[in-house]
C-alpha cells in the first residue's frame, strides 16, 4: 500500500502538481494556518514541482534520488538503501500504516506529523532535566516551610518554657515561706499549748471537786492536790499573763475547797469511830430484843405471802385475759392493780408495827415480778411503734411521774418494777425503730402515685381552689340582717372564717402530701423524742435523718428523669425545708460521735518488719530493734469524729439551692454568659503577650451575631420565667422562701446584662450598638419584677 501512494505520488504530471497545490492553497486557506516549518517544505516541494520534469512513469529505484531532490531538510543522516523501509517505518511511527496518502493534503499531513515527532524527540531530555528541577525546587519549597514553622513552634515553646520556670520558681519561693511560717506557727503554738496546759487543768480539777463519787480515800485526791499546787505555782510566777487575777482566785478556791473536804473527811471519821465505840457498849444490851421482833415481823410477812400469791396471780390472769388484744390497756390496769396492793399492805404493815422493816419491800418485789413475768414475753413481740411509744408514756408519766413520785416511801418496791419493765420498752422501742428505719424508709420502694409531680401539687390546687369558691359562694349567699340589727353577733365569726379561707394551707404543706419517708421520719421521731433517753434519740435520729435524705434525693432524681429538672429540684429543696422546720422544735443536739480504729501505722509497722531487710534488726540490743519499732510504731490510733444530722440537712439544702440557682441561670443567661466568657479569654491572651485583636471583627463578635443571642435570651426570659416562677409557687408555696430562693437568680441575669452592657459601650461604636439592639437595664428589670 505504501509503495503504491509512493508511485501515485510520482506519477502526478508538472501540471496535475500545479493543480494539486493551487486546490491546497485553496482549502489551507480555510483551514488553520501552518508552522513555520510546515511552509517551509511546502516551499521546497513547490518548487521541486515546477524545476523537475517528473516521467509518466518512474522505476520504484528511482525514489530515492526524487525524495533527497523534492524533500530538502536539515538531516544529514545516509537514507537507506530499502526506500520502501524508510517509508513503511515513518507511517508506523505516525500510526498510518493502514492509510492511503492519495492527495497533497495527506502527504503535508504526514510530513507534519513527522517533523513534530522528530522536535519531541530532540527536546525531551531537556523537557525531563526541567521536569526535576521543578519537582527539586518544591521540595526545597516544602522543606523551608516546614524548617519555619519547626522554628515558629520552638519560638514558642521557648516563651512557655520560660513562664513556667518563672512561675515554677515563683510557687517554690512561696512554698518554702508558707513551711518556713507553718514552722513557726507550730513552735508558737506548742509554746502556747505548753502555757495553755495549767490553765487548762482548771477545767478538770473543778470537775474533780464536783463530783459526787470524790473521795478524799481515792488515789486520784493526791495528784490532783499536787496538781494543783503546781498550777498556783506557775500562775504566781506569771503575773504579766492575761487574767492573772481571775485565774488564781480561782486555783485558791478549788485548793480551800479541796482542805475542806478534807476536814470534812477528818470530823466524819472521828465521828464514826466514836459511834462504834459507843455501839459496841450498847450491843450486848439490845440485840436479844432486835432478834425477836425481825422473827416476829418474818412471820408476818410470811403469813401474808401465802394469802396474797394466790389472789394476785389470780388477777393478774384475768385481766390478760380480758385485755389480750389491747397491750396498752392491760399495762395500766396491771400496774394500778400493784400500786393499791402496794399501798394497801404498808397501811395494814403500820397498823401492827411501828418500827419499819426492810423485808416488807422484798415481799412486795416478790408480788409485783408475777406482774412482771407475766407482761415481759408480751412487750418483746409487740411490733408497731405507736403500741411502744404509748407503753413508755404509760410508764414514765402515769406511773412513775404520777403515783411513784407522789408517794416513794410505800411505792419503792413498785418503783423497780416500772423501771425495769421502761427498760424493756425502752428496749424493744429501739430495736424496732431500727427495723423500721430500715424497712420502711431506706428500703422504701416509691409507687408512682408517690412520685407525681407536679401532678398531685396541681391537682390538690384546683381541689382547693374549687373549695374556696364554694364557701365564698355560701358566704355570699347567707343572709345580712344589717338593716335589721346593728351588730350582727356572727359578724365576727364570717370575719375569722374569711381570714382563715384567706390564709389557708397551701396543698405542698398538707401532711399527706409529704413524701412518705419525710412522712414517716418526723412521725417516727415525734414519737421518740419523750420515750427514751436524749443520748440514744440522738443515734436514732441521726440514722433515721440521713435514711430518710438519702431517700429523697433518691425520688429527686427519678423525677428528674421522668420529668423535668426543675420539678426535681424544687422537690428536694421543699422536703429538705419541710424537715428542718420540723426537727427545729426537738430540743435535742442532733450530732453524735463516732469512734473509729486508725490502723495506717499497724500496717506500716508490719510492712517493715515483714522486709527481709529487717531480719537482722530482730537481735539489736539497741533503738533499733525492729520488734521494738513495730510494738513503738505500730500502735493503732483512735479517732473521734461528729456526725451532725441537722447540718447534713442544712448541707444538702444548701446544695440543692445552689444548684437550682446555678441550673436557672444557665438556662436564662446561659448563651451570654458562654460569649462573655469568650470575649474574657480572648482579653486574656491579649494581655498575656498575644496578638491584638479587634471585637467587633472577630466572626462570633459581630453585632448581628450578638443580636441574634441576645434576642434568644430575652425571649427565653420571657416565655420561660413565669413557668418558673409559678412552679416555685406550686412547690415552695411560701413567697418569703420563693423570693429568697429567686433573687440570686434574679440578681444573676441583672450582672451578666450589666457586663455585656460595660462590653458593648467599650468595644463597639454607635452603629454597632443599634444593630446589636440589647434591652435596657430597666427592660431587663421591668421584666423580672413584672415576673416576680
Avoid at 397501811?347 to 422484798?362: A, G, R, V
Avoid at 426537727?583 to 499497724?602: M, N
Wanted: hydrophobic share 40%; charged share 25%.
Amino acid at each position: 500500500m505504501v509503495l503504491w501512494a509512493s508511485a501515485s505520488l510520482l506519477d502526478l504530471t508538472d501540471k496535475e502538481t500545479r493543480e494539486k497545490l493551487s486546490l491546497w492553497d485553496r482549502r489551507t486557506d480555510a483551514m488553520a494556518p501552518l508552522t513555520e516549518k510546515q511552509m517551509d517544505s511546502v516551499l521546497e516541494l513547490r518548487a521541486a514541482a515546477e524545476t523537475l520534469s517528473v516521467p509518466a512513469e518512474l522505476p520504484i529505484e528511482d525514489l530515492c534520488s526524487l525524495s533527497s531532490r523534492s524533500l530538502q531538510s536539515s538531516f544529514t543522516a545516509t537514507v537507506p538503501a530499502s526506500t520502501e523501509d524508510v517509508l513503511l517505518k515513518g507511517f508506523q511511527m505516525l500510526d498510518m500504516e493502514n492509510d492511503r496518502i492519495e492527495t497533497a493534503q495527506q502527504f503535508f499531513s504526514w510530513f507534519a506529523k513527522l517533523q513534530a515527532n522528530m522536535d519531541q524527540d530532540n527536546s525531551v531530555k531537556y523537557r525531563r532535566t526541567r521536569d526535576d528541577l521543578n519537582c527539586y525546587q518544591e521540595q526545597c519549597d516544602a522543606i523551608l516551610k516546614d524548617v519555619s514553622a519547626a522554628l515558629e513552634h520552638l519560638d514558642s515553646l521557648q516563651k512557655q518554657y520560660l513562664f513556667v520556670s518563672n512561675k515554677t520558681g515563683t510557687l517554690h519561693e512561696a512554698c518554702e515561706q508558707l513551711l518556713k511560717e507553718q514552722s513557726e506557727l507550730v513552735d508558737l503554738a506548742e509554746s502556747i499549748q505548753q502555757k495553755l496546759s495549767y490553765f487548762n487543768e482548771l477545767e478538770n480539777i473543778n470537775t474533780k471537786l464536783n463530783s459526787p463519787t470524790l473521795s478524799v480515800n481515792s488515789e486520784g485526791f493526791i495528784p490532783m492536790l499536787s496538781k494543783l499546787d503546781d498550777c498556783i505555782e506557775y500562775v504566781s510566777s506569771h503575773p504579766n499573763f492575761k487574767d492573772y487575777p481571775v485565774y488564781l482566785a480561782k486555783f485558791k478556791q478549788c485548793l480551800s475547797k479541796a482542805m475542806h473536804f478534807m476536814k470534812i473527811h477528818i470530823v466524819n471519821t472521828m465521828q464514826n469511830l466514836t459511834s462504834q465505840l459507843t455501839k459496841r457498849v450498847r450491843k450486848s444490851h439490845i440485840s436479844s430484843s432486835y432478834t425477836l421482833l425481825d422473827e416476829i415481823h418474818q412471820c408476818y410477812l410470811d403469813q401474808r405471802e401465802q394469802l396474797l400469791s394466790p389472789s394476785i396471780t389470780s388477777t393478774i390472769t384475768d385481766l390478760t385475759n380480758q385485755n389480750s388484744k389491747d397491750h396498752c390497756a392491760l399495762v395500766r390496769s396491771g400496774c394500778s392493780f400493784m400500786v393499791h396492793v402496794c399501798q394497801d399492805e404498808h397501811q395494814l404493815y403500820n397498823e401492827f408495827f411501828s418500827k419499819p422493816t426492810p423485808k416488807l419491800d422484798e415481799l412486795l418485789e416478790k408480788l409485783c415480778l408475777s406482774l412482771y413475768d407475766v407482761l415481759r414475753p408480751l412487750i418483746i413481740h409487740i411490733i408497731h411503734l405507736e403500741t411502744l411509744s404509748e407503753l413508755c408514756s404509760i410508764l414514765k408519766n402515769e406511773m412513775l411521774e404520777d403515783h411513784v413520785h407522789n408517794n416513794v416511801a410505800q411505792l419503792e418496791a413498785f418503783d423497780a418494777l416500772v423501771k425495769q419493765m421502761l427498760e424493756d420498752v425502752q428496749e424493744r422501742l429501739v430495736y424496732r425503730t431500727h427495723i423500721y428505719i430500715q424497712t420502711d424508709i431506706t428500703g422504701y420502694n416509691p409507687a408512682p402515685g408517690d412520685l407525681a409531680y407536679p401532678e398531685k401539687l396541681e391537682m390538690m390546687e384546683r381541689i382547693a381552689q374549687s373549695l374556696k369558691e364554694e364557701q365564698k359562694k355560701q358566704m355570699s349567699q347567707e343572709p345580712m340582717f344589717s338593716d335589721v340589727q346593728l351588730e350582727d353577733p356572727d359578724g365576727r365569726r364570717n370575719s375569722n372564717a374569711a381570714s382563715s379561707l384567706q390564709t389557708s394551707i397551701s396543698p405542698a404543706d398538707l401532711h399527706g402530701m409529704w413524701y412518705p419517708t419525710v412522712r414517716r421520719t418526723l412521725v417516727c421521731l415525734s414519737k421518740l423524742y419523750r420515750c427514751i433517753d436524749r443520748a440514744v434519740f440522738q443515734g436514732l435520729s441521726q440514722e433515721a435523718l440521713s435514711a430518710c435524705i438519702q431517700s429523697l434525693l433518691k425520688a429527686s432524681d427519678i423525677i428528674l428523669k421522668n420529668k423535668t429538672q426543675i420539678d426535681g429540684q424544687l422537690f428536694l429543696i421543699k422536703h429538705l425545708l419541710i424537715m428542718r422546720e420540723q426537727i427545729a422544735p426537738f430540743h435535742t443536739d442532733f450530732a453524735i460521735k463516732e469512734i473509729s480504729l486508725d490502723l495506717k501505722k499497724t500496717r506500716d509497722a508490719a510492712f517493715k518488719i515483714l522486709n527481709p531487710k529487717a531480719v537482722p534488726k530482730f537481735f539489736r540490743l539497741n533503738s533499733h530493734n525492729a520488734i521494738l519499732e513495730f510494738l513503738l510504731e505500730g500502735t493503732p490510733e483512735i479517732k473521734e469524729h461528729y456526725i451532725d444530722s441537722k447540718k447534713d440537712v442544712d448541707r444538702h439544702l444548701k446544695f440543692s439551692c445552689e444548684q437550682f440557682i446555678q441550673q436557672q441561670t444557665q438556662i436564662f443567661v446561659g448563651n451570654l454568659e458562654e460569649f462573655l466568657t469568650k470575649v474574657a479569654a480572648l482579653k486574656t491572651m491579649a494581655i498575656q503577650g498575644g496578638p491584638t485583636y479587634s471585637l467587633s471583627q472577630q466572626p462570633w463578635a459581630q453585632p448581628a451575631k450578638i443580636n441574634d443571642i441576645v434576642m434568644a435570651t430575652y425571649r427565653v426570659m420571657k416565655s420561660k420565667l413565669p413557668s418558673t416562677l409559678q412552679s416555685m409557687s406550686l412547690y415552695l408555696a411560701n413567697r418569703d422562701t420563693e423570693f429568697i430562693l429567686f433573687k440570686p437568680v434574679r440578681n444573676n441575669i441583672q450582672q451578666v446584662f450589666q457586663r455585656l452592657h460595660a462590653l458593648l459601650q467599650e468595644e463597639y461604636s454607635g452603629e454597632d450598638l443599634q444593630i446589636v439592639a440589647c434591652p435596657s437595664m430597666e427592660q431587663i428589670n421591668l421584666l423580672l419584677s413584672v415576673n416576680k
